[in-house]
């Protein structure tokens, strides 16, 4: 793909819809996302790494197209966005929502699936971030939506690899933001809590086998605990597609979305816990520079 096949115009400019583009829409929350779209009069390029599972869970509609995409694989990605070119002329939307869960202490999570871990959260909504850009500086307009979570604003233990993705996702999208705002694309990070998606499935949560004596007691009880909690979340994914359709139609959409009252207490609880932590040192930290000669 190369920039003299790309839209010079933005598409909802051509077809008074927009064109959204959502990675791991086979289920959860990106298939309510690609419902909502389509409910909502839009048009959607839908992903996942089965292509005909995306269709049938999604549904037919006139204005949806099913495409193959493993996001740890940049050819599929290009391959995507051209496919979305091809068919609807451009892109609006990008939701980056595939993702994955490696939970366990950080001592017993092997080395290969904290990678895999980075590999699936971070660095796949960068392969299709990477693909995608061209096409929306050609329009100079869209909106790059990247899922991240509340594990992305505040880390805690069983959750070192899936925090760490999270929070280098964060710093990218947001250092990315002003790098992109100049051709008109805007830019907006979600930080869901917890809600009924599938991610706390056997589907999406691997959790690291046991193998440190010191652990044995606290994994046990904290896979129990996560376990507990698959399919018992408040958060409704449906009414959470709605809130993204609407901030997605708004002139300036907020760089950051606090994605459900429990999201809110988090945000909230971060940033006095940043603010007090400021405070503590401030005298040593305000004399740190060289003395003046």
Known sequence: ??????????????????????????????????????AAGHAV??????????????????????????????????AAVQAA????GGI?????NAGNFYAGFFEEITPQDFRTQIETTMFGPMNVT?????????QRSGLLLTISSTAGIAGGEFLTAYAASKFGLEGWAESLAPEIAPFGIRTMIVEPGFFRTELLTPDSTSYADS??????????????AWKSMD?????????LADALIHLAGLSEPPLRFAAGADAVDTFEARAKLLQDQAGAQRDLSSNLA???A
């Open 130 to 138: 990477r693909a995608a850009l061209p096409v929306l500086r050609a």
């Open 211 to 224: 193998t440190i004596e010191d652990y044995t007691e606290r994994t046990e009880q904290t896979v129990k």
């Open 85 to 88: 070119v091809d068919r609807f």
């Open 92 to 96: 609006d939307v990008l939701v980056n």
């Open 231 to 239: 399919g018992q979340q408040w958060g409704d994914p449906a009414k």
């Open 290 to 292: 060289f003395a003046e």
């Open 1 to 38: 793909m190369t920039e003299q096949t790309l839209p010079t115009s933005p598409t909802t400019s051509r077809t008074g819809r927009k064109v959204w583009f959502i990675t791991g829409a086979g289920r959860g929350l990106g298939t309510d996302i690609a419902k909502a779209a389509l």
């Open 45 to 78: 390029v839908a992903t996942g790494r089965n292509p005909e599972k995306v269709a049938q869970a999604v549904g037919g509609h006139e204005d949806f197209l099913a495409v193959k995409l493993d996001v740890t694989d940049p050819a599929d990605a290009t």
